[in-house]
């Protein structure tokens, strides 16, 4: 016997059929379930949902190999069931990538890193990253490449802005149709990104950005599985950032990708800052002692200088930049991280969003407080209460944003003749207020003074 679950559906199966296996996370009772096998549903109508095989005692090992070899590709394993009534089961690591390999044999999909994670198996995984329900984040390898590889596990979220976000299905693998020319999916992607970043002079540009990655083999060809992986790419915000600035340092490199899994470049060190402590210590600590604790373990001052000017020069680079606006909706520690030159890295792009997007959702958002109208942790506008709508500016720009979450970080350790010069300009970055757009002149002025003053103090090291 065995069940799979997803949300509110389940299904209880006493004949194992072929499988078609879809990644994802299942909630079961934990007596019911002695072994979690594989990740797999059953084709027909399952064949939508996520789901995780799970085989029941009276089921020998003997038996479990045999299924495996006949309907699974990977080494098997097995995973520890938690305790108590139900618990959210990640999948076991070996099976992570089933799906995508099962889309390549069928000619769904294609992509330069699906010969070596599906053929080769030269793509390996290593230790999951998130606990997030809806991706899947994995440390790996490629060849000698050290990556982070990542998946879009059930539908990409848009940037709606109510309790549960809406979705549309990013992985579906139906676009473009069979018979569309190179020229037509061209014109798709333009139109996409207009829609995501408005009518930007350089949308062409970006488009043949995007048909260069899509060719994986670099055969000069773009096949319909490289087209369809490419277009469900498109709808993950993370890689449409990673497009718009794959020519700064601030995003880690795109590797590879197969289907709507990509692999990145690895960042050292991440997140920018803080320790992690286990809960029952973490509720003992008052706040103050706890935001202390989280510079402990920082790079020297110079350094930290540098990381600092990489986050105000990124602040620069996505207000008014090649492919227009973005809004920063979560400025934290864990979004963050640098490599080895002490240059900053943009570890979780998905709240680094469009403006225009942002806008156009927005204003549709009904609200009755300010608080109605956030969305992530930091992106807040306010309340028109003659129209229960949101208004569409933010309340803070990006640079007061960065200033905030720089504050602690780079005022602890900082030279005595420059820290009271520091101290100042931070406060004045963080007491900015509405749009950049509405503030420009002041927004760049305070940007740039503290840019210089950092540069200043690093620019005759080894660190700048």
């Avoid at 499988?19 to 064949?47: N, T």
């Avoid at 089921?59 to 070899?69: C, P, Y």
């Avoid at 709508?389 to 979450?405: F, G, Q």
């Amino acid at each position: 016997m065995f069940g799979i679950c997803h949300g509110k559906r389940s299904v209880s199966m006493g004949v194992l059929q072929k499988a078609s296996v879809h990644p994802g996370e299942v909630l079961l009772p934990a007596h019911e379930v002695p072994v979690l096998l594989v990740a797999g549903s059953v084709r027909g109508e399952l064949d939508s949902l996520c789901g995780v095989l799970v085989l029941h005692r009276d089921v020998s090992w003997a038996r479990v190999q045999k299924l495996n070899s006949e309907h699974f590709i990977l080494p098997l394993c097995t995973c520890p069931i938690p305790s108590g009534p139900t618990k959210c089961l990640q999948f076991c690591d070996n099976f992570f990538f089933i799906f995508q390999c099962d889309k390549y044999k069928k000619g769904v999909i294609d992509g330069s890193a699906c010969s070596s994670l599906c053929e080769k198996q030269t793509l390996y995984l290593g230790k999951c990253l998130t606990a997030n329900p809806n991706s899947q984040v994995y440390s790996g390898s490629w060849g000698d490449l050290e990556g982070v590889i990542k998946c879009q596990m059930e539908e990409a979220p848009r940037y709606d802005l109510g309790g549960e976000p809406r979705k549309e299905t990013s992985a579906a693998f139906n676009k473009p149709t069979k018979g569309t020319s190179v020229e037509k999916f061209r014109e798709m992607i333009t139109d996409h990104l207009k829609a995501k970043v408005g009518d930007q002079a350089n949308l062409a540009e970006l488009a043949t950005q995007v048909l260069s990655i899509a060719d994986g083999n670099k055969d000069s060809h773009i096949s319909l599985p490289e087209a369809r992986s490419t277009w469900a790419l498109l709808q993950l915000n993370e890689f449409l950032l990673a497009l718009v600035l794959h020519d700064r340092e601030h995003t880690p490199k795109l590797l590879g990708f197969c289907g709507d899994l990509y692999v990145m470049e690895k960042v050292p060190h991440s997140p920018l800052y803080g320790i992690s402590l286990p809960w029952i210590i973490e509720m003992w600590i008052p706040a103050g002692l706890r935001r202390s604790m989280d510079q402990w373990f920082t790079p020297s001052w110079p350094h930290k200088a540098k990381i600092s000017i990489g986050l105000l020069e990124l602040v620069e680079d996505i207000f008014h930049g090649t492919f227009g606006s973005f809004l920063m909706c979560d400025v934290s520690a864990t979004t963050f991280g640098y490599n080895d030159r002490h240059d900053l890295k943009v570890m979780d792009a998905r709240h680094i969003v469009p403006e225009a997007i942002f806008q156009e959702v927005i204003r549709q958002q009904r609200c009755d407080v300010d608080e109605d109208c956030l969305y992530g942790a930091d992106c807040l506008t306010s309340c028109d209460l003659t129209k229960h709508r949101c208004t569409t500016e933010v309340t803070r720009p990006n640079l007061a944003k960065a200033c905030d979450a720089l504050k602690d970080y780079i005022l602890r350790g900082a030279p005595s003749d420059m820290s009271e010069e520091l101290e100042k300009q931070l406060y004045a970055c963080i007491a900015l207020k509405g749009s950049a757009e509405q503030m420009e002149i002041e927004h760049s002025l305070i940007l740039n003074n503290l840019k210089t003053l950092l540069w200043k103090k690093i620019s005759h090291t080894k660190d700048s």
